[in-house]
């Protein structure tokens, strides 16, 4: 097992450097920091020491030499706008996205387990015709327009919920809910699917005859042979989750990863540009390593 | 020498295409959204040549005009934006760009990643593992970050945007190639194709490409409605269409700023994006349901099961 991991991860950290050499090159391109640093009336000495002090007038293969090097002796640069290290400012802010997606994900993967198992208890049923548009709609609405019918409802119109920040528990709301929605409607779905051919399998039909009780068949017997599947998409989804973390922290304005990314692509902070990615890639890597494992865990036939 | 052809083709063709419509009119969600996704075609296509000048026609008379009054034509039922463009002509004229993006986007991605799939599932040189690799760390990392950073270097216009939808989509295409290509090219076809001379670029195109295309096609359909919600988030955060181009994302980004005011500058575009990729949904569900012998006859009871 532990060589499995080994295995993993060196694909992963190939992964990351990938990643990484791609987007410094791109950020590169995106033009001259100082130009947005620097007064406009900045002399051109003043803008080539200013380059010479980030070291931005080597070329750019170069540059991106000596960044891995930094890399290695853990320097990951200093963000040009907050004048402090980069990965400081990426890792101040990962943990207020990885709360938001936590509880999103858990909640959502629990609300659907139980919602998609009654469903597929009783096809074809009132309950399961509701859960079946009901996680389709989760699935298909754009989370943006979700947050701001929110805003505009609750904010707005009766005023219960604030419309954006942090501090109180009623600012987790809105931004929770929202998150939710699409890992929801996409995992009522996979539960139910999967359930529906668990209930249908011989061993069930065993079980009834025994005369074991419904609820014990559905969460006790179908529930633990379909759960695989689903935790294979419970995982892909915590991956998209920072997708809707960009865009639920610009519009509820929470001080995450997502935001701190916009914020630095815009403001050409290429260092903390460099540290979110790393940051993020490497908690991605690291998650789908752990999702391997739980495989391991739920079915014992899986071996490393 | 004759070689009878019998006339399958003409014959079936009707009575498939009857057995299906009967399936649509027995589900009613389903008939719903083929409805709505055939008034947004048509809108697309036709609107823009109907209510263009509307669109881009500032009224200062119209300011912010609340929807559902009738005093003014009806294009503008459903209110107008702050420069009084009648929502419901841009709906119509966004609609054009929001489809056209996204099926270019689609398209492309499937060329591309179906190509770059069977070229890494029938080789096994060093380039196949470099291909697999790639669409590993596009796929391992979230989309949207991703298109971002790319959108912001290249600058954002409608080119690329398509193509950095059409990148972000591509390893779903790539894997389900390279899988299939995986398990055809053992096939007895194949190795007659090779042992009488066949170049691999022949043995790709002409007897393994074939096989693939209807799988590919099947995941471009399901994959619309993520390439429009893609597409919509990055034109609401700014880094997708740019005006005087807009589609509905950009639509729902104008009206943010008026929500205390005028509510329905944001919200008519945003509910059009979500009944469009719902309906998109509900009838891929459908077709996966008719598609499958053993879930079909769920749809021949239905009438029966609702009551």
Redesign the interface.
Known sequence: MFSYIGRRASHSILSVIGLLALVFFLTRLTGDPSALYLPLDATAEARAAFARLNGLDQPVHWQFAEYLKDLLQLDFGQSLRQNRSAIEVALQAFPETLKLAFVAITLSTALAILVGSLAAARPGSLFDRIASVASLAGASAPDFWVAIVGILVFAVGLELLPTSGTGSWAHWIMPIFVLMLRPFGLLVQVVRGTMLSALASPYIKTARAKGVRRTKIIFGHALRNSLLPVVTVAGDLATSLVNGAVVVESIFGWPGIGKLMIDAIIQRDFAVVQSTILVTATAIFILNIAIDLLYAFLDPRIRY | MTILVPDTKSTAAPGTARVLLAYLKRDR?ALAAAVFLALFVLAAILGPWLVGDAASQLGLRQRNLAPFSLEQSWLYFLGADTLGRPILARLIVGAQNTLGIAAAAVFSSMLIGGALGLVAGYSERWYSQLIL??A??IM??????LA???L???GPSIANLVIVLAITRMPVYLRTARAEVLELRERMFVSAARSMGAKPARIILRHIAPLVLPTLVTISAIDF?TVI?SE??LS??GLGIQPPDFTW?AM?AN??GY??TA?WI??WP??A??LT??S???LS?WARTVADPQQRW?LQTLRK??R
């Open positions: 969600l690799r790639l590993d760390v391992s990392f979230p989309s949207l970050l971002l950073i790319v912001y270097t290249l409605a919600l919509s988030a609401f955060l994302g729902v009206g943010r929500l205390s509510w944001a919200f945003g509910l994006i979500m990729t719902l998109l949904n509900i569900n769920r099961a609702a």
